[in-house]
């Protein structure tokens, strides 16, 4: 599976974006999908999942009620509708898959096989 992500880009405080990551391969369908972010100088850490059905989602508490995962899978692309966006929100975007979906393995990034390049996603006034 190959995983190219885009939408990242420049946006004020309180604005919104909406990431997508397209997948090519003929199991895109099988694969959970998750987006991390890399802050500079942080370590690479998880925002959202879904699963192959887009019947369970998991997000890390910074970003809920704010963040929504969805999947298209006829489009063969997963998204992140980001809004309330905070400074703190800025970093390189990566989306990654994987057979499982699990609450905790789903949140540790040495669990994926297949990532994309990443796009940068800045908030500031």
């Known amino acids: 599976v190959q995983l190219v992500e885009s939408g990242g880009g420049w946006v004020q405080p309180g604005g919104s974006l909406r990431l997508a990551c397209a997948a090519s391969g003929p199991d895109f369908k099988d694969y959970s999908v998750a987006w991390f972010r890399q802050a500079p100088g942080k370590d690479r850490d998880f925002v959202a999942v879904?699963?192959?059905?887009?019947?369970?989602?998991i997000y890390v508490d910074a970003v809920k009620g704010r963040f929504t995962i969805s999947r298209d899978n006829a489009k063969a692309t997963v998204y992140l509708q980001m809004n309330s966006l905070r400074p703190e929100d800025t970093a390189i975007y990566y989306c990654?898959?994987?057979?499982?979906?699990?609450?905790?393995?789903?949140?540790?990034?040495?669990?994926?096989?297949?990532w994309g390049k990443g796009t940068q996603v800045t908030v500031s006034s």
């Open positions: 990654a898959a994987d057979y499982i979906f699990n609450p905790t393995r789903s949140r540790d990034k040495y669990e994926y096989d297949y």
């Open positions: 879904i699963n192959w059905s887009a019947t369970n989602t």
